[in-house]
């Protein structure tokens, strides 16, 4: 279970890789298209006195941040899953180790009623044999 949590954390911080860093295009006349990685777009925070221009930027940055909100929810749900994961993990590993003290508690107890039985029986036969004896 630990290394499903672990599998889980990992895919979604790649998806939030993924889609923080693969490339945004945006649909416009006249122009390329191309804003590159969400993130890089985001950080830059562009402006051009150019109005066509200034649109192209606006239109990549919001791009970009609604690119950037999927891969928090991509991390924000990965982390999630590892921790919900873990802490079941965490609480199958308390059961199982509850289960094994309940079994050696009871092998314990069922030797040491063995033992007293042996003992009551040895008892038993010594004090017929002085009787008899």
């Known amino acids: 279970m630990r290394q499903l949590a672990g599998v889980v954390g990992s895919l979604g911080l790649l998806l939030a890789a993924f889609f923080a860093l693969s490339p945004v295009t945006v649909d416009v006349p006249h122009h390329d298209g191309r804003c590159g990685p969400p993130l890089v777009r985001y950080a830059a925070q562009e402006h051009d ?70 003992a009551e029986l040895e008892t038993a036969a010594a004090r017929d044999a002085a009787l008899r004896g």
Request: hydrophobic share 45%; glycine share 8%; proline share 1%.
């Open 49 to 118: 006195d150019d109005p066509n221009e200034q649109a192209v930027i606006d239109a990549c940055e919001a791009k970009a941040e609604d690119q950037l909100v999927v891969a928090g929810i991509a991390a924000g749900v990965g982390t999630l899953g590892f921790v919900v994961l873990r802490l079941i993990a965490g609480r199958h590993a308390v059961v199982e180790r509850r289960r094994r003290r309940a079994r050696r508690q009871r092998a314990d107890d069922e030797a040491r009623q063995a033992a007293e039985h042996q």
